[in-house]
């Protein structure tokens, strides 16, 4: 069946076309987008749409993938990109729910005090991003200044320096673009929730643009005791200094505390009774805490010179203050259910990030051949502390036990040092890296990319307990390679190899022990083949298979505590299919189907052993998000969620049941400028297990929940 989008569609992202070189001089403002409305004529089309190249729930460009301005056609990587209006439209509470139709991305506790997610079988709460630079601080992100949210499945150094074994996410912000925006979105729904955010912009003069996001939340949780508060405030502007050169400025202030909750133990290797304790806290309600306030200030200048470079040059500053305080089951409820030891801890993470990345682009020509030729350096330094202390209860024991059909427990805790296994140290980490890449247009139907990126890492760290300092130098070197054919200029089918590196410090620098210092890095190996097919204009399809080897895994060495055997090695391999943008002029889809089969190919403990599948990674995962328009004011949107099941640990031994989820959406264009919506998640009530940190820190998926939200533009 041939799709033919509507022509206003057509319009739409063709209209916007005209944006995508950096010529912001020539910016011209727009009347305020009909709230929350997808199908619109050009004069009425989104901020996002005339600036991301985006229509509804597709995006057609991006330069996070290569650092140009490149289609996703022409990129030869697998990449989703979740819009605003994707956002706004499924209205969920966090990045890290947000990104559940994404395939091949899973969501983890992250102890409840952070994001983390699962990304091709991989575990990180560090490989997040900001408009391309690392924002690897472990905390819960809002979405209230995000224009879209990038997620780039596979390793690449190249592009990103160090980690994303599995891929990376990168948050684009909203930023002051001479549009006039005056949004407001309101929500609350049960569970205390209450939401508000506010979104201003305009310009001052012809050359001097301003824009302001906010937000504040009050909220509670379906779990006991569970609550969070957090408020942020992000003021922007751009200065055109001439035709060539543009200064973006950008500072937010983001404040979040909440109740960390660990969830609920195991017993006879599964989760323990969680249909009945759904809402159940284990442990003490008056000491669980989390809190962290950043600071973040960021200067982008792009110029472009004479001779056709272009320069793209960003510094940030980031400072976090951070600690979080836990009482959480420290093992599985006995086989006789009548006892549960609760442990606990308290764990500060300030950190100060300093970062300067500096790209330089030049288009040209040999022969036939047309190149864009990407040179760049990253200059940063991270600086903080790791510092931890463990609970004792009654100032003399670090657990303590409950009956599991009672087990909250106000004995009176303390928390110290322990002198001995809680960190304390203060690090600090100074890396330099320079790059290259070329993309080589050979002719209308064969691209090809290549590069590579040399990272220098020099990471100190003063450990206060054993009174030592140490030191390890890595210099690493990673390749990258793309080819992309295209026999039909909608039709690409590419094939990639990419390399990326974890060094010895971890997912997240820190402490340092003599057997850290002396391992290896581990390095990740990813080789993909995909196909990209843009149906229509408004409408893309994506495929990828790949094989992901993580190598140089730490075994802890049997005869010599405190040191490692790096033998251990994981195996995913995988199947991904992506969904994107307008199957008919009613119709919008987003998310996808991933099959991920997960495998530890060699030991990595005594208990986590060659065949075990990897924690937490469901063979099948099958989420779809779709929006239908039944008139011009009314629409629906249906969410499936569906996971096979997964393992709570990469020991297997702890089986978390799979699940199908509904959710619903109900939107109601009020007026013009008004857009009333409401949200069910899990609309059928499902019992299920959402998530998991380990075998006995299990978290129960959130019941029936409604919220209703206002999207209001004028």
Excluded: C
Excluded at 81 to 98: C, F, H, K, P
Excluded at 506 to 523: H, R, S
């Amino acid at each position: 069946m041939q799709i033919a989008p509507s022509p206003r569609l057509l319009a739409a992202l063709l209209g916007s076309s005209f944006l995508i070189a950096p010529a912001v001089a020539q910016v011209v403002p727009a009347q305020p987008a009909p709230a929350g409305e997808a199908n619109v004529t050009l004069d009425q089309l989104s901020v996002e749409g005339l600036n991301g190249n985006t229509v509804g729930y597709l995006t057609k460009r991006t330069r996070s993938a290569t650092k140009t301005d490149t289609a996703l056609i022409d990129t030869p990587q697998s990449i989703t990109i979740v819009t605003r209006e994707q956002v706004l439209d499924q209205n969920y509470q966090n990045l890290t729910e947000q990104l559940r139709f994404v395939p091949g991305v899973i969501p983890a506790q992250g102890e409840s005090n952070r994001d983390q997610l699962i990304i091709r079988g991989q575990n990180t709460s560090a490989d997040f991003y900001v408009n391309g630079v690392r924002d690897d601080v472990q905390y819960f992100r809002d979405l209230y200044n995000i224009q879209r949210i990038e997620v780039l499945n596979g390793p690449d150094s190249l592009i990103f320096g160090r980690g994303g074994g599995g891929g990376i996410v990168n948050r684009v912000l909203k930023e002051a673009d001479g549009y006039r925006v005056r949004e407001i979105v309101a929500g609350g729904g049960q569970f205390g929730d209450k939401r508000v955010a506010f979104d201003v912009g305009d310009r001052i003069s012809d050359s001097v643009f301003f824009r302001l996001n906010a937000i504040a939340e009050d909220s509670g949780t379906f779990r006991q005791f569970g609550d969070l508060h957090r408020y942020g405030l992000n003021p922007t502007a751009t200065i055109v200094i001439d035709p060539q050169t543009t200064l973006k400025l950008s500072y937010e202030y983001f404040h979040d505390d909440r109740f960390p909750d660990r969830g609920i133990p195991s017993q006879f290797g599964r989760p323990y009774r969680y249909r009945d304790n759904l809402r159940t806290f284990f442990g003490n309600p008056d000491v669980n805490f989390t809190k962290v306030d950043a600071n973040i200030a960021t200067a982008i200048l792009d110029h472009r010179f004479d001779s056709g470079v272009e320069l793209h040059s960003q510094l940030r500053f980031a400072d976090y203050e951070r600690y979080y305080i836990n009482t959480l089951p420290g093992g599985a409820v006995n086989n006789a259910g009548t006892s549960v030891s609760i442990t606990g801890y308290r764990n500060e993470t300030d950190r100060r990030n300093y970062f300067n990345q500096n790209d330089f682009t030049y288009r040209f020509q040999t022969g036939d051949m047309r190149h864009t030729l990407l040179g760049g350096f990253e200059l940063g330094y991270q600086e903080g502390v790791v510092f931890r202390q463990s609970a004792f209860f009654n100032n003399i024991a670090t657990s303590i036990t409950v009956n599991p059909l009672a087990p909250i427990t106000r004995t009176p805790i303390t928390f110290r040092n322990n002198g001995t296994t809680d960190a304390n140290a203060r690090y600090n980490l100074g890396l330099a890296a320079v790059y290259a890449q070329d993309q080589i247009d050979v002719t209308d139907w064969l691209q090809v990319v290549g590069g590579l990126r040399y990272d220098h890492f020099d990471f100190q760290n003063d450990n206060r307990i054993l009174k030592q300092s140490f030191n390890r130098v890595d210099d690493l070197v990673s390749p990258r390679a793309g080819i992309v054919l295209k026999p039909l200029a909608n039709l690409a089918i590419y094939g990639s190899y990419s390399v990326s590196y974890l060094p010895s410090s971890g997912d997240q620098i820190g402490n340092f022990t003599p057997g850290l210092v002396i391992a290896q890095p581990e390095k990740f190996e990813n080789t993909e083949v995909g196909v990209k097919y843009d149906v229509s204009p408004t409408f893309q399809l994506t495929g990828a298979i790949y094989n992901l080897d993580r190598l140089n895994q730490r075994l802890a060495d049997p005869n010599n505590p405190g040191f490692f055997i790096l033998s251990g090695k994981t195996n995913t391999q995988g199947l991904e299919i992506g969904a994107n943008g307008y199957v008919t002029d009613w119709w919008q889809v987003a998310g996808g189907y991933a099959l991920t089969d997960a495998r530890i190919d060699s030991a990595t403990s005594a208990t986590i052993v060659k065949g075990n599948t990897v924690g937490l990674v469901p063979i099948n995962a099958f989420t779809l998000w779709n929006k239908f328009e039944v008139t011009k004011q009314f629409s629906v949107g249906v969410g499936v969620l569906n996971y096979t099941h997964t393992f709570a640990a990469s020991d297997n031994t702890v089986r978390l049941p799979g699940y199908t989820r509904i959710d619903l959406g109900l939107f109601y264009q009020v007026n013009e400028f008004v857009r009333a919506q409401v949200n069910i998640e899990n609309l059928f009530d499902r019992r299920y297990i959402a998530t998991a940190d380990n075998n006995n820190n299990i978290s129960p998926g959130a019941p029936r929940t409604i919220r209703a939200q206002v999207v209001a533009r004028f």
